[in-house]
């Protein structure tokens, strides 16, 4: 200990602790140090600074979800696209749909026309051939002349058997027609005329495809697109989604798929 000391003019020990709740004082002619703040007990640790985004860059805000609430999702054929999806699908247009509506009505529709008529010329040829009754057997009888004209127009009047097997084929292939264009389009979303149109209906919620019973109601639904000279098949021209008012009653949409 020296008295000469000038950091010690009192001659206090040096290395000394502070008294309980005191600050350490800095050597004389040095400004004080702020001491460090100390994270109180079961506070965490301050999370260590973030990285900052190269000159002339705004900074980055990272987007934070809540603990326990699920990510939002947006509608198929909006942005963001949907999971598994490769992005979001624009919904496909009024004329896209009506082309790929006659193109499958083209192609299931062909042979049964041909059927149907062969089945009217058949009956119309058999009609053209009846021949004037013989009532040369009943004299100046007006009754049984009657009878014979009456046998005559009810014979022409009944449709050949030929006729009828082929409008019953014709039938049964329209029947079989439609049921593969919904099986298409239940399992892929495409009948032939949406894929040759590059469209494809889907799941509005999901972007899936609709299965069979899905895709049966849908047709089923189209009977709410008739009346009003075929509102609801016009519907999509000013709709935002391009629905008709079947694709709004199962949830469906039509989207491009290039």
Not at 92 to 115: E, F, H
Not at 183 to 207: D, F, M, Y
């Amino acid at each position: 200990m020296s008295f000469g000391d000038p950091n010690n003019p009192y001659g206090q020990p040096q290395g000394q602790p502070n008294p309980y709740g005191q600050q350490p004082q800095a050597p004389y002619g040095q400004p004080p140090q702020a001491p460090q703040a100390q994270p109180g007990y079961g506070y965490p640790q301050q999370a260590p600074p973030q990285p900052q985004a190269p000159y002339g860059q705004p900074p980055q805000v990272p987007q934070q979800q809540a603990y326990g609430y699920p990510q939002q999702g947006s509608p198929y054929g909006q942005q963001p696209g949907m999971p598994g999806m490769g992005g979001p699908q624009p919904y496909a247009s009024w004329g896209a749909r009506v082309g790929a509506a006659l193109l499958d009505g083209l192609i299931v529709g062909v042979l049964p026309t041909i059927l149907y008529i062969i089945a009217a010329v058949v009956t119309a040829n058999t009609v053209t051939h009846v021949t004037r009754p013989d009532t040369s057997y009943c004299g100046t009888d007006y009754q049984c002349i009657s009878d014979a004209y009456t046998a005559a127009n009810s014979s022409a009047g009944s449709t050949p058997v030929l006729a009828l097997i082929l409008i019953s084929i014709a039938a049964l292939i329209t029947l079989a027609g439609g049921l593969f264009l919904i099986a298409k389009e239940g399992s892929t979303g495409q009948t032939p005329g949406k894929k040759a149109l590059n469209i494809r209906v889907v799941r509005e919620a999901t972007g899936q495809p609709l299965g069979f019973g899905l895709a049966l109601g849908r047709k089923l639904c189209h009977a709410v697109d008739g009346p009003l000279c075929g509102l609801g098949y016009w519907w999509p021209l000013w709709d935002e989604k391009s629905q008709t008012f079947a694709d709004k009653i199962v949830s469906t949409v039509v989207v491009r798929t290039q």
